[in-house]
Nanobody, 121 residues
Framework: QVQIVESGGGLVQPGGSLRLSCAAS????????VGWHRQAPGKQRELVAG???????YYADSVKGRFTISREDVKNMVYLQMSSLKPEDTAVYYC???????????????WGQGTQITVSS
C-alpha cells in the first residue's frame, strides 16, 4: 500500500505565498517522477509542475517564475513553493508520485486526496 498526503493549503491573499508538501509512504522502491496538479471548479485537472526521471522540471506557462517544484527522495517528499499568488490560482491541488514497488516494478502513479488553496482578499 502507498499513501500520498498533501499539506499546506489554505486561504491566502493575492500576492502572498504558500508552500505545499507531499509525503509518500508505504511500499516504495524508488520514485520515478513527481507532479503537482490542480483543478478549479468547472475545469479539468491540469499539470502545474513536475519533475521527471531526468530531474528536469516542467512548469505550466501560467505559473512559470512564480512556482517552484522540488523533491527530496531520501524523505519521499515533494514540495511546491508558490509565490505572487493570484485569484486564478484558486483550486484543489493534487500531488502525484510515480514510483516502483513490489506490486508495480515498472512503476505506477499514485495520487493524494488534494488540498484546497483559495487566493482571495
Amino acid at each position: 500500500q502507498v499513501q500520498i498526503v498533501e499539506s499546506g493549503g489554505g486561504l491566502v491573499q493575492p500576492g502572498g505565498s504558500l508552500r505545499l508538501s507531499c509525503a509518500a509512504s508505504g511500499s516504495i522502491f524508488s520514485i520515478i517522477s513527481v507532479g503537482w496538479h490542480r483543478q478549479a471548479p468547472g475545469k479539468q485537472r491540469e499539470l502545474v509542475a513536475g519533475i521527471g526521471a531526468s530531474e528536469s522540471a516542467y512548469y505550466a506557462d501560467s505559473v512559470k517564475g512564480r512556482f517552484t517544484i522540488s523533491r527530496e527522495d531520501v524523505k519521499n517528499m515533494v514540495y511546491l513553493q508558490m509565490s505572487s499568488l493570484k485569484p486564478e490560482d484558486t483550486a484543489v491541488y493534487y500531488c502525484s508520485v510515480r514510483l516502483t514497488n513490489s506490486d508495480y516494478p515498472n512503476g505506477n502513479r499514485y495520487w493524494g486526496q488534494g488540498t484546497q488553496i483559495t487566493v482571495s482578499s
